[in-house]
């Protein structure tokens, strides 16, 4: 069975930092690119805004994470985490992590496999 897991949500003042976990299981992670998405309250769900290829190594920010967002991979685990910095209200939201077998150049907005979402809220 295919499976991801995220964790590491939260609440978190302004300026915080939270590290968000993506487990993975039940598919060869190493041909996937595990990708970031995030809806917030009363918004589609957008993404990826940070994506990580298992095949080629490359990463990927949109520039609205750029700076605040690094993404990595435990490949012994096949977890991928994503360490957030300088938190915003605006970064309110659940955030969803999702696999497509590609690379972060190619990855599209709806991944073959997906999360159940762990939920961070920022506040001012």
């Known amino acids: 069975e295919v499976q991801l897991v995220e964790s590491g949500g939260g609440l978190v003042q302004a300026g915080g930092s939270l590290r968000l976990s993506c487990a993975a299981s039940?598919?060869?992670?190493?041909?996937?690119?595990i990708g970031w998405f995030r809806q917030a309250p009363g918004k589609e769900r957008e993404g990826p805004f940070s994506?990580?290829?298992?095949?080629?190594?490359?990463?990927y920010y949109t520039d609205s994470v750029k700076g605040r967002v690094t993404i990595s991979s435990d490949n012994a685990k096949d977890t991928v985490y994503l360490q957030m910095n300088s938190l915003k209200p605006e970064d309110t939201a659940i955030y969803y992590c999702?696999?497509?077998?590609?690379?972060?150049?190619?990855?599209?907005?709806?991944?073959?496999?997906w999360g159940q979402g762990t939920q961070v809220t920022v506040s001012s």
């Open positions: 999702g696999a497509e077998r590609t690379i972060c150049q190619a990855m599209g907005v709806i991944p073959d496999y």
């Open positions: 994506c990580i290829s298992r095949r080629d190594g490359s990463t």
């Open positions: 039940g598919f060869t992670f190493d041909d996937y690119a």
